[in-house]
């Protein structure tokens, strides 16, 4: 998720561990303890970009991460509040539960959490957009309630477990609506009599009412989206695989790190006679068949029998708010 919400979610723990001895201190204590696993993007400041893509989310969002950093954070806590009673136990289950609770809710995304490192499966439910106002807002409403009350007032924690029960019924939520959605998707395909291997369901920016959805048919993907104010039946767009293009260097390690980045949702295209890798999971840009354009897609090249790839560069502003005024419009029905 993105950072305010970990900020949150963090300041929210914090203070539900500790606000009754340490007041707005454990609101940022926990922050700060919150942030803490996405720090591997400036450790990937020092890496090249698809290096740094492929470490995010993994041994920083890891159970193995936050059993090694709890103590020692738990330590340093005790060590600036033990004029306030903090002992080292309930200090270091402090660190640990804002660490474990941001990996929790990265698991709701597209991009999952290696939470089992040095395994290399990652978790992902896919259920909530990286930023969704809906799961912010109202937390951080309950939370500023909170921090204006006195550490000893039992409205504190009152509005602070209000605000916990709320945005964790909300992403829960999102797991129900996603299996209805999902169970649209499935009896349209079933209906149109389309076989297919595997099928993913996330939301589109921003909300839950707005779908997509990624299917692996043979030789390539279905794509389609759902809105909850659709009256027309859901209809589907073929994109071609084309694996067979890279077939040649298959086995090179940056094709083997682009597979693993994208968990096997991938297609290859051809721009200018440049061979361009696709990552599926995050969508499409532009859906029009003779020049389909993704939101995340690496340049292959070849110098002296090395490959390498490099991502894209972004699209500008123009196109994003292009694209999200199309989803504004589509979110409301076909």
């Given amino acids: ?26 609101i940022l204590y926990g922050a700060i303890v919150g942030t803490i696993p996405d720090l591997d993007v400036v450790y990937g400041k020092f890496l090249d970009p698809l290096t740094a893509t492929d470490i995010h989310r993994g041994f920083s969002h890891s159970v193995v991460f936050f059993l090694l950093l709890s103590p020692i954070l738990g330590w340093i806590l005790q ?24 990996a929790l ?3 709701f995304t597209t ?20 930023i969704d106002p809906l799961y912010t807002l109202p937390f951080l409403f309950f939370l500023i309630l909170s921090m204006k009350k006195k550490k000893d007032n039992p409205k504190r924690l009152f509005w602070n477990k209000t605000g916990l029960i709320v945005s964790t019924s909300y992403l829960l939520f999102t797991l129900f609506v996603q299996s209805i959605v999902t169970n649209k998707f499935e009896k349209q395909l079933n209906e149109k009599q389309i076989s297919y291997q595997e099928i993913v369901v ?28 659709d009256t027309q039946p859901i209809q589907f767009q073929f994109i071609p695989m084309q694996k067979e293009w890279i077939a040649p260097i298959e086995e090179e390690p940056v094709i083997q790190q682009l597979k693993r980045i994208s968990e096997g949702w991938y297609c290859i295209t051809k ?15 532009n859906t029009d068949s003779t020049d ?43």
């Fill in 292 to 334: 389909f354009q993704f939101s995340f897609s690496y340049a292959i090249k070849e110098q002296n029998g090395l490959y390498t790839a490099s991502e894209l560069p972004n699209k500008n502003r123009a196109q994003a708010e292009k694209l999200l005024k199309k989803l504004w419009v589509r979110m409301w029905g076909n």
């Fill in 79 to 102: 060590k600036l509040e033990h004029k306030n009673n903090v002992h080292f136990k309930e200090a270091t289950v402090f660190a640990y539960l804002g660490l474990q609770t941001h």
């Fill in 202 to 229: 996330k939301p589109s920016p921003f909300n839950i009412i707005l779908w997509t959805t990624n299917v692996k048919v043979e030789k390539g993907y279905l794509i389609g989206d759902y809105s909850f104010f």
């Fill in 1 to 26: 998720m993105d950072s305010l919400s970990q900020i949150v979610l963090g300041a929210a723990v914090g203070n539900q561990v500790l606000g009754k001895k340490i007041g707005n201190k454990a």
């Fill in 111 to 130: 991009w999952g959490t290696q939470l089992l490192w040095p395994l290399e499966t990652r978790f992902s439910l896919q259920s909530i957009f990286v």
């Fill in 105 to 107: 809710l990265d698991w």
């Fill in 271 to 285: 721009k200018e006679n440049q061979l361009l890798f696709n990552d599926l999971r995050f969508g499409v840009m």
